[in-house]
């Protein structure tokens, strides 16, 4: 099992930033992918951010050059820098892991982010 402390949310105004943090802790040594998934009051899940054990990052559409995601291996932690924060980017974003590429394995509990004046 991988368990997650995440940090960082918050209320921020539009075009605000936030730096979200996840530190995994457990089974962390079979961890492939580190990265973040969002959602917002009754929407589905989406994916935010990615990034593989060698760095290379993917985002998704809505925050591709906004948002960046960074990794930190001998910690076992990912983080989120998130700028120009508009009120869409209002949910609860999750932090995930896996132990292979492709979908997340585990995940935690998410942490509240509101954009709002």
């Known amino acids: 099992q991988v368990q997650f402390v995440e940090s960082g949310g918050g209320l921020v105004q539009p075009g605000g930033s936030l730096r979200l943090s996840c530190a995994a802790s457990g089974s962390t040594a079979s961890i492939y992918d580190m990265g973040w998934n969002r959602r917002a009051r009754v929407k589905s899940l989406v994916f935010v951010a990615g990034?593989?054990?060698?760095?290379?990052?993917n985002y998704g559409d809505s925050v591709k050059g906004r948002f960046t995601i960074s990794r930190d291996n001998a910690n076992n932690s990912v983080y989120l820098e998130m700028n120009s924060l508009e009120p869409a980017a209002t949910a609860v974003y999750y932090c995930?892991?896996?132990?292979?590429?492709?979908?997340?394995?585990?995940w935690g509990q998410g942490t509240q982010v509101t954009v709002s004046s």
């Open positions: 995930y892991v896996n132990t292979v590429p492709g979908p997340p394995t585990y």
């Open positions: 990034i593989t054990r060698v760095g290379m990052t």
